[in-house]
């Protein structure tokens, strides 16, 4: 239970998503990038990745166009740090300083949940969910190139983000080998004028409101929500791409991690959610938790916001809900029991979060929002759409 809880935290962060990485401290997840996928092909380390949307690329524009998609066989929240590995470095947009560190605050924000949760090994659970077709994201490239290694490039394509179903009888295998087939409906998120072709793969920095359906993820454990809406912002996918059949993949280079060869999924994920989001998200998960107090029948646990004298978004324990009398166990389920269990020191481990507050998403001079580094791997689908 307490590994399926996390998964779906995971993995709805992950879709949003989600902070910089200060620092050489490793509060993430391991350093082994290719999450165990057989799907990550190796390829040369000189790989070029990361070609920014608005580049200056002199590439004609395709005379025709078509509609691609493709599975995310891999899907990997890289550790703080992950150097190489890992990701944007200018989600901050009043970010002035010239060695700018890895945005990916993620890694520590999640290493922090999974104290409380039996530290479970995120990367792995997403490895476990993808591999047996529970997660299965499916992204719909529209407007690009009939090939997209040919000299042409589409600077107005437009890259739709799914939550698939997968169909029964294919495996795991079959999936990561991109021999998957999928049926997906609306879509979760949209990327606007993407800049896809001539190799490479671009899309950003937007802003779009992403729901996850939390209840379909979550099987039998009850979260207290049934759906997860963010508004992600200065959002943007980059990386380099190659065509496989009618579907595009991704090339995914080889990188030195920790004086270590490491494959990571060749499309970075980056982004930023407001700390207000994330408050509300942790509030809507324990507040049917009696066990913690009943005082959360009309307060919120975790109160949060700017605090102009310190300069900077604070995260504390409600004062108006008593927690001294706790007693939460795993029979209260994966959150009540694993957060209600540990409250106190969940309550002091706010502080901690509120220094992952990385990104002044508003521009005021304060942090006010958490950013994300992800690594994508890209594979060949065949779809159905409803």
Do not use: W
Not at 187 to 209: Q, R
């Amino acid at each position: 239970m307490k590994t399926q809880s996390l998964l779906i935290l995971s993995a709805a962060l992950s879709l949003c998503f989600i902070s910089a990485c200060d620092g050489d401290d490793d509060t993430g997840s391991d350093t082994s990038l290719d999450g165990g996928s057989d799907a990550i092909p190796d390829v040369d380390a000189d790989t070029d990745i990361g070609t920014d949307s608005d580049a200056a690329i002199d590439v004609p524009e395709p005379d025709e166009t078509t509609t691609a998609f493709s599975f995310v066989a891999g899907l990997h929240i890289p550790s703080t740090n992950g150097g190489d590995a890992c990701c944007f470095t200018d989600l901050d947009p009043n970010n002035d300083d010239p060695e700018p560190t890895i945005d990916n605050n993620l890694a520590a924000l999640l290493g922090v949940l999974g104290t409380f949760l039996e530290d479970v090994d995120i990367n792995q659970s997403i490895v476990d969910a993808i591999d047996s077709g529970s997660l299965a994201l499916v992204l719909e490239h529209v407007g690009i190139p009939l090939d997209v290694e040919s000299d042409e490039r589409s600077t107005d394509a437009t890259v739709h983000i799914h939550i698939a179903e997968a169909a029964e009888g294919d495996t795991g295998e079959m999936r990561a080998d991109g021999e998957g087939s999928f049926t997906i409906s609306d879509p979760t998120a949209t990327f606007e004028d993407a800049a896809i072709g001539a190799g490479s793969f671009a899309a950003g920095p937007d802003t779009f409101p992403l729901s996850i359906p939390l209840g379909d993820l979550a099987g039998d454990v009850d979260l207290g929500m049934e759906t997860l809406d963010l508004v992600v912002t200065d959002a943007r996918l980059r990386g380099n791409i190659s065509q496989c059949g009618d579907s595009v993949c991704s090339v995914d280079p080889t990188v030195t991690i920790d004086g270590e060869d490491a494959v990571v999924g060749g499309i970075e994920l980056g982004g930023a959610v407001g700390a207000d989001q994330i408050v509300d998200l942790i509030n809507g998960l324990v507040g049917d938790c009696s066990c913690i107090s009943s005082d959360l029948a009309e307060h919120d646990l975790i109160v949060g916001g700017e605090d102009a004298d310190a300069q900077a978004y604070v995260l504390s324990c409600n004062p108006d809900v008593d927690v001294s009398s706790a007693e939460c166990t795993d029979a209260d389920g994966a959150i009540c029991g694993g957060l209600g269990g540990n409250i106190g020191t969940v309550c002091s481990a706010l502080g901690v979060v509120s220094n992952l507050i990385d990104v002044d998403i508003d521009g005021n001079g304060v942090n006010d929002g958490i950013s994300m580094g992800i690594r994508l791997a890209l594979v060949s689908a065949t779809v159905t759409v409803e």
